[in-house]
């Protein structure tokens, strides 16, 4: 049976990052690009209705891609699809305030989840779903696959090979899903070495890098410096500690991280031992 109808295109990712590279390079942009072009290498390598992962999850974010990102204008990015792990910076939303971004999958908003709900309410974000950490992860390798996403690392070299230092948390995850099906691979990184001490991700994985103007943010979400914990975290475990724990002689912990289940950890010894709850709540822990 002969078709008449147009062929089938098989390969069209790989033409999408084809184009996009293209026209980056009729801009003069390069690899290794400058703070000031960042704005315009988003705009010629992003497309409207893209799938963008912007890495900000439990630890290190990419402000300066973030920033930059919703600095663009909107009659050229809009209805972009974001996916990410965490919304820990006010950038993350000004995406949707500012029309460039409509959609959203994301597993933990937490800084910003007073101004989420906000957004959500006034219908300028439509939230495609909550995602455990490992579903999200997963599915960026299958129906969230993005077409462009934007990284944080701790150094790159010459060549473009990445080193994230004390923090890779998800990035392996989100360069490799979009590396491996024809996505464009953006990071920020704090400095450019000569040698790096190891080679996280692989240049080949990654099409551009740019030196940000300061260190990519931290969100400390973790335990590493307890002097973090605020006053607020303090009396909620107080509060944990005699209202639940107390009241009802929880002796099975799960508490995972985070600075919150922290500083009932750090209370137990004190705080709980004043109560005269030594040896009669949590004793068994994972």
């Not at 500012?98 to 974000?125: E, H, M, T, Y």
């Not at 360069?175 to 240049?203: C, H, M, W, Y």
């Amino acid at each position: 049976m002969n078709h008449t109808g147009t062929p089938q295109v098989w390969d069209k990712r790989k033409r999408g990052r084809q184009r996009r590279l293209e026209r980056a390079a009729n801009l003069g942009l390069g690899p290794q690009i400058s703070q000031e072009q960042i704005t315009q290498l988003l705009q010629a390598v992003i497309e409207p209705d893209d799938r963008v992962c912007l890495e900000g999850n439990n630890q290190k974010q990419a402000d300066f891609l973030a920033d930059s990102l919703a600095a663009c204008d909107p009659q050229r990015l809009h209805h972009l699809h974001m996916v990410q792990s965490v919304l820990a910076l006010p950038s993350h939303l000004d995406l949707f305030e500012n029309g460039i971004a409509s959609r959203l999958d994301f597993s933990f908003s937490g800084p910003q989840g007073g101004r989420l709900a906000r957004l959500v309410q006034d219908k300028q974000i439509e939230i495609g779903a909550i995602h455990t950490y490992l579903e999200l992860f997963g599915r960026y390798f299958t129906d969230l696959t993005p077409n462009v996403c934007l990284i944080a690392a701790q150094a790159a070299d010459a060549a473009g090979n990445l080193y994230t230092g004390p923090n890779t948390e998800d990035t392996p995850a989100i360069v490799e899903a979009t590396a491996f099906r024809s996505g464009i691979v953006i990071a920020q990184v704090n400095e450019r070495l000569d040698k790096l001490p190891r080679v996280d991700i692989p240049a080949d994985w990654v099409d551009f890098t740019v030196v940000a103007p300061r260190p990519n943010y931290i969100e400390p979400l973790f335990t590493r410096d307890p002097a973090q914990i605020t006053e607020v975290q303090i009396l909620m475990a107080m509060m944990a500690i005699k209202g639940i724990y107390a009241e009802y002689g929880v002796q099975r912990l799960n508490h995972g991280i985070g600075f919150d289940t922290a500083a009932i950890e750090l209370l137990l010894p004190t705080y709980a031992t004043e109560l005269g709850l030594k040896g009669k709540i949590c004793s068994h822990w994972p």
